[in-house]
């Protein structure tokens, strides 16, 4: 009987010890409740006491980085008053426990779609003072530095501090997009025309001149040869004079030749030359001579 006490007491002083005693994880905030009202809020991780329950609970919250994410593109109008698709995420962390539970009830998801009513109120108003190139580079810094800081003057009565507010894609509706696609194909076009006709004037220009350029090539070449065949010519004629000038009757007799070989090429060819002509003359000699012979 008495060890039956023993355990039982000892079975009660566990169960007193679990429900007084409890840890929080470094990644963790502790809100202690008393009777429903917040009593202790724990930032610090280790082991921690309370009053067993129902006199006091225990709640944790997340410490660390969160993430809010877009579910769906925000359609929003930009100053041009042309719709455009927004998708964006926030990075946000809870630096006040209890304010935060007021807010949320400890309920994350809550907190969640709170946070994408922020951001997308915070996109609207900056996005709807700019153009579209405004948002997609030229005054994207400013812009986002503007909703960082409307998000955290939001965010600061709830508990949360923003860390984070990035766009991960900004895009035309898909009824503008047609347009702008036929837009920029139209601009592609022109353009490649007008390099095409840049081009072909450039490729004209460069045959034109390379033509120019055979051409007078072609005559150099031709003014040169020919004054290297008139040299030539030149040259060829003072040797022939100084040869046949030393024996000028042999020099006659040598053309004679020539001119008997142009002449009588062919069997076919007839002439009309009277006999006694100067032109036989070699021939009348070689007669002579054979009949001396």
């Known amino acids: 009987m008495r060890l039956i006490l023993i355990a039982v007491a000892a079975f009660f002083a566990t169960l007193m010890f679990t429900s007084t005693v409890f840890l929080v994880d470094q990644r963790q905030y502790a809100i202690v409740f ?3 009202e917040v009593k202790q809020v724990i930032e610090e991780p280790g082991l921690h006491f309370k009053l067993p329950a129902p006199l ?4 944790f919250l997340d410490k660390r980085i969160l993430s809010s994410d877009s579910v769906e593109p925000d359609r929003i109008i930009t100053a041009e008053k042309m719709n455009i698709l927004v998708d964006s995420y926030v990075k946000w962390r809870i630096v006040d426990p209890k304010l935060y539970f007021v807010s949320f009830s400890g309920e994350e998801q809550r907190a969640q779609d709170r946070m994408h009513q922020i951001v997308k109120a915070a996109l609207n108003d900056e996005i709807t003072k700019r153009t579209v190139g405004d948002v997609i580079s030229g005054d994207r810094l400013k812009m986002m ?6 998000m955290a003057e939001e965010t ?4 949360i501090e923003i860390v984070d507010v990035r766009l991960k894609r900004v895009d035309y509706v898909e009824q503008i997009n ?3 696609y036929e837009r920029m194909k139209s601009e592609r076009t022109r353009v490649a025309n007008e390099l095409r006709s840049t081009g072909s004037a450039e490729s004209e220009k460069i045959r034109a001149d390379a033509d120019r350029q055979r051409v007078v090539i072609l005559a150099e ?3 040169d040869a020919e004054k290297v065949r008139g040299d030539g010519d030149g040259k060829a004629s003072r040797i022939y004079a100084q040869a046949f000038g030393q024996n000028p009757e042999f020099y006659k007799f040598y ?21 006694s002509s100067e032109f036989f003359r070699y021939f009348k000699n070689s007669k002579a001579g054979a009949a001396k012979k």
């Open 34 to 36: 008393a009777l429903g």
């Open 56 to 59: 006091q609970n225990v709640i």
């Open 145 to 150: 530095t503007a909703i960082h800081k409307k």
């Open 156 to 159: 600061k009565n709830i508990g």
């Open 178 to 180: 047609a347009s702008v």
């Open 221 to 223: 070449a031709f003014r």
């Open 255 to 275: 053309r004679s030749l020539e001119a008997y070989r142009a002449s009588f090429n062919s069997r076919s060819d007839v002439m009309v030359v009277d006999p």
